[in-house]
């Protein structure tokens, strides 16, 4: 068997290790010139950590991750909400990892490389369409450049993993418009800061009209370490304005990110001077796209945002990617024939990450510091008061149930 795979991100060269490791061939094809160390911080979760670990790349990410000991939610001027020890902290069998994408999406590539031989990749060429038959899926690419070149290849299985705007998803949903867009606008930035805390610990501040995220994405070296930070505000009405552009290289000027970054207060972190060093900033909408009825049609499959973009809350975008590559790999190993794979796949993962970025809309786990803000915006002296622990509980642990990753046991969470 030959397995077609368009898109060489977190999900697409997941997909291709795990089938490799199967003894199923993969030929993956990606848009971009060069596969490039682009993105900025993401967190990767216990519970896809696992099958990397399974893939044996383990000893790689704690060579440019960091494993993250805890999580604390503040109110937008510093007030702690919730806090909870994360990964083997928390009584996982393997760490939650806050890493830059680019550098995971790196480790992926080098072991598709090592393994599967310097062809396994190709690059420069973007999907334009597909054809099926009886026997398999012939996939036409075409130059990413200027479009005037063009390649077929040939394959038993093609699994879209090209992202939010995936040909395939176009291809079986033409009408389907644009990503849905809350009028959230993103601002992220990095660079090497003094260690914060423990140098392992990440922060959510904020409420309903914006939130700070804040968390280390690389080991520290020297008293300092790679600083990660994002700004999320609701910049405007969505049913009267559209949404900006999507890119993963559109910079913000320092001017347009400042007023907004100083809305917030994180205990021991200068955040304006932060944001000041950081160098490019980069802007981004916040969009997702509604569940779908139907990923396989045939022989063709979408994984990773082609299936399921949501938005960036709760740690899970990489990690259902992730799941999704094992789920579809275990399933083309073991089925006798490859539509009864994806057919099956289609069944087992759709529902849970439908459940995921239905969840994400509403705030995820973020919500409890959302709820304390609506109870009491002007702050508090005991959030006993305002929320019980029980209800913030409930919130924070109820979407790790969910979303497949609460821990078998817990230690040492912090009753505050």
């Not at 590559?325 to 057919?343: G, I």
């Not at 002007?378 to 019980?388: C, E, I, N, R, T």
Request: proline share 7%.
């Amino acid at each position: 068997m030959t397995v077609l795979i368009a898109g060489a991100g977190i999900g697409g060269l997941t997909a291709a290790l795990m089938l490799h490791q199967r003894g199923i061939r993969a030929q993956v094809v990606e848009q971009a010139a060069t596969v490039r160390e682009v993105g900025v911080g993401i967190n990767t979760l216990p519970h896809s950590i696992a099958e990397l670990a399974d893939l044996g790349l383990l000893p790689r990410l704690d060579e440019v991750g960091l494993r993250t000991r805890e999580l604390r939610y503040l109110t937008r001027t510093g007030q702690e909400v919730w806090r909870e020890l994360r990964g083997m902290h928390a009584g996982h069998e393997h760490p939650q990892f806050s890493i830059h994408r680019g550098r995971l999406q790196k480790v992926l590539y080098d072991a598709v490389i090592d393994r599967m031989g310097p062809e396994a990749v190709l690059t420069g060429l973007r999907l334009s369409g597909f054809v099926q038959d009886e026997g398999g899926v012939t996939a036409h690419f075409t130059d990413a450049r200027d479009g005037c070149a063009s390649s077929t290849l040939r394959g038993e299985v093609l699994i879209c993993a090209d992202g939010i705007h995936s040909v395939g998803r176009r291809q079986f949903y033409p009408d389907e418009g644009p990503p849905s867009w809350p009028g959230v606008v993103m601002w992220r930035g990095a660079t090497e800061w003094p260690v914060w805390e423990d140098g392992q610990t990440m922060a959510i501040a904020g409420g309903l009209g914006g939130k700070l995220v804040l968390y280390p994405i690389a080991p520290a070296k020297d008293s300092t370490q790679l600083m990660n930070w994002v700004v999320n505000i609701r910049m405007a009405d969505p049913s009267v304005q559209p949404p900006p552009p999507e890119s993963w290289s559109k910079t913000a000027p320092l001017a347009r990110v400042l007023p907004y970054a100083k809305r917030f207060h994180v205990p021991g972190m200068d955040l304006e001077a932060l944001v000041r060093a950081s160098g490019a900033i980069y802007e981004y909408p916040m969009a997702d796209r509604d569940p779908l009825p139907r990923w396989t049609h045939g022989r063709v499959t979408l994984v990773g945002d082609a299936a399921h973009p949501m938005y960036p809350v709760g740690s899970n975008g990489s990690a259902q990617a992730i799941l999704d590559a094992r789920c579809l790999a275990d399933l083309l190993a073991r089925c006798e024939h490859p539509r009864e794979a994806l057919y099956r796949y289609e069944l087992e993962r759709l529902p849970k990450t439908a459940e995921v970025v239905r969840t994400n809309r509403i705030g995820g786990p973020e919500r409890v510091i959302d709820e304390v803000e609506k109870r009491s915006p002007a702050g508090f002296d005991d959030v006993d008061k305002v929320l019980s622990f029980t209800e913030r509980e409930a919130i924070v642990k109820g979407y790790a149930k969910m979303a497949g990753f609460a821990a078998k046991k817990t230690k040492g969470n912090v009753k505050h």
